[in-house]
């Protein structure tokens, strides 16, 4: 079974500094895609970012990219330039790349922001 | 366009009542999920419906729980004799039957067994 660890129960930056929150998981497939997500306290799960594991090329989504090590099974969020609505609970997420699409979530970590 | 909406958004109940709580998926979705969200948690997976059929129901934890999906559309999550260890908040989401696709969320009932 896949599992997806979250060493950061907690991380704060200073606003429009850089942090990088991580993740690592563990399988035994080849195909997989890896997600962060994030919930702010509407507890809404709102997607940041997504990887494919065959892509070697590092995801990015405007301020928000990722540090993806396919061999040593890593996954890191770099948010840069951080805004105050960025402060939310942020979880990496696996899912495999056949069909089933059912996600395997981390614990979280929850980010918080200071003026 | 209506994202993915649940009802209700609280649920308190006593130990040994029946709940059902509801999801409604965004038009055309063809997959739902369900994951149950203990506090301080992650989302854990509990169901997953491709159409009609649950295509993979492993995460359910015992045979209190059960859900249904009768018409493809709206899903209907229930639980049996509910414990205090079911209080969590319960998401669902919705995708395109594609795997690229990705998924999107509700906001969760939060259900609480006094």
């Known amino acids: 079974a896949q599992t997806v660890t979250q060493s950061q129960p907690e991380m704060s930056v200073q606003e429009a500094e850089t942090v990088t929150l991580s993740c690592t998981y563990d399988?035994?497939?080849?195909?997989?895609?890896l997600f962060w997500y994030k919930q702010p306290p509407s507890r809404q799960m709102i997607l940041v970012i997504r990887q494919e594991a065959y892509k070697q090329q590092n995801a990015t989504e405007n301020r928000f990219s990722v540090n993806f090590q396919k061999a040593a099974k890593s996954f890191s969020l770099k948010i840069s330039d951080s805004q105050l609505g960025d402060a939310a609970m942020y979880f990496c997420?696996?899912?495999?790349?056949?069909?089933?699409?059912?996600?395997?979530f981390g614990k979280g970590t929850l980010l918080t922001v200071n003026p | 366009g209506a994202g993915v909406s649940q009802t209700p958004s609280n649920k308190v109940t006593e130990k040994g009542k029946y709940v059902e709580l509801r999801c409604d998926p965004i038009s055309g979705h063809t997959a739902l999920y369900w994951y149950r969200q203990s506090l301080g948690q992650g989302p854990e997976f509990l169901i997953y419906?491709?159409?009609?059929?649950?295509?993979?129901d492993s995460g359910l934890p015992n045979d209190r729980f059960f859900a249904v999906r009768p018409e493809g559309s709206v899903s209907t999550l229930k639980i049996q004799r509910t414990e205090r260890g079911d209080s969590a908040v319960y998401l669902c989401a919705s995708s395109p039957a594609s795997a690229y696709n990705e998924q999107f969320f509700g906001p969760g009932t939060r259900l609480t067994v006094l």
């Open positions: 997420a696996y899912r495999s790349g056949g069909s089933n699409y059912k996600l395997t």
């Open positions: 399988t035994s497939e080849s195909d997989y895609y």
């Open positions: 419906f491709q159409g009609t059929g649950a295509a993979d």
